[in-house]
């Protein structure tokens, strides 16, 4: 595998997109940085990245930009693929166009975006995918299920892509991030607006849910260069990890996912959220 690499990052305009763009230039590769609208890059990429338009749910788009690199850079080699937001909401109130969103975007714009870059590599017979996953994707949290569950679905197709690919000389790896130093939650808080502020009833519940989302839930933060760090050294390592967690909050809370039983985290959620008990 070529020591300069060249490197596709979706959804680039800001955040661990934008912080990979930056840290993959700054080690001497050369770096695609995508995003729905490639002018709000404008001034943010270093001298080495390029901007391209990429919305990964308009079929297609992901193989024309595939090509582009192709004939830009003469192959591609790793693939970053971090695009993606937050619906919030209580499972009932959260419309089914807005779960459709939720998948469009973070499981099958993933998806596109993956196919497209399969055929480069296995012709090339080298290859990184680095799936930009979440804690969220091991731990459902209440009132987070939409974006929970695309980030359970991104883990299992990481998996059975890894072992796919690999009789082709790619590699496959997932990241899981903690909470992190992002506008990310600022969509997020746009998206669940008129949610919160519609009749519902679970009303009464979303003012602790919107707490802990702000407090509990965002302790240990670290900036999102700590992410992009990660990526970059998935990308160089001659045997990637399969998984990489980021936080303490993602280094404490996924290896106890495994151990302890399920009604211990409901407790510790409804505390959190300063939920009722069941009835």
């Known amino acids: ?16 997109g934008l912080a990979t763009v930056r840290e993959a230039v700054r080690r001497g590769h050369r770096a695609f940085a995508s995003a729905r ?12 990245a390029a901007a391209v338009a990429l919305d990964v749910t308009e079929p297609g788009a992901a193989a024309r930009v595939v090509e582009q690199i192709l004939a830009e ?31 469009d975007v973070n499981v099958f714009g993933a998806l596109e975006t993956i196919r497209a870059c399969l055929p480069a590599f296995r012709k090339q017979g080298w290859g990184t995918i680095v799936i930009v996953s979440s804690v969220a994707g091991k731990l459902s949290i209440p009132f987070s299920s939409p974006y929970c569950s695309s980030k359970h679905a991104l883990e299992a197709i990481a998996d059975a892509l890894r072992v796919e690919v690999a009789p082709f000389g790619v590699r496959v790896t997932i990241v899981e991030p903690g ?5 990310f939650g600022e969509r997020a808080k746009r ?48 045997r990637p990890r399969t998984r990489y967690t980021v936080t303490g909050m993602a280094k404490l809370l996924i290896p106890l996912r495994r151990i302890l039983p399920d009604r211990f985290f409901d407790f510790a959620f409804r505390r959190s959220l300063k939920l009722p008990p069941p009835a």
Do not use: C
């Open 1 to 16: 595998m070529p020591s300069g690499q060249v490197v596709l990052v979706t959804g680039s305009s800001s955040g661990i």
């Open 37 to 48: 609208r490639p002018d709000a890059l404008n001034g943010a990429l270093p001298q080495g």
């Open 73 to 103: 850079a003469g192959r591609l080699d790793a693939l970053v693929s971090n695009a993606g937001f937050a619906q919030y909401g209580a499972i009932e109130d959260i419309s089914s166009e807005r779960w459709r969103r939720q998948y």
């Open 179 to 183: 909470p992190i130093e992002t506008r």
């Open 191 to 238: 998206e669940v607006a008129d949610i919160l502020h519609s009749p519902s009833p679970y009303s009464a519940v979303y003012a602790g849910a919107e707490r802990a989302m702000d407090t509990d839930f965002q302790k240990g933060k670290l900036p999102a260069e700590a992410v992009a760090q990660v990526i970059l050294d998935a990308i160089e390592a001659r």
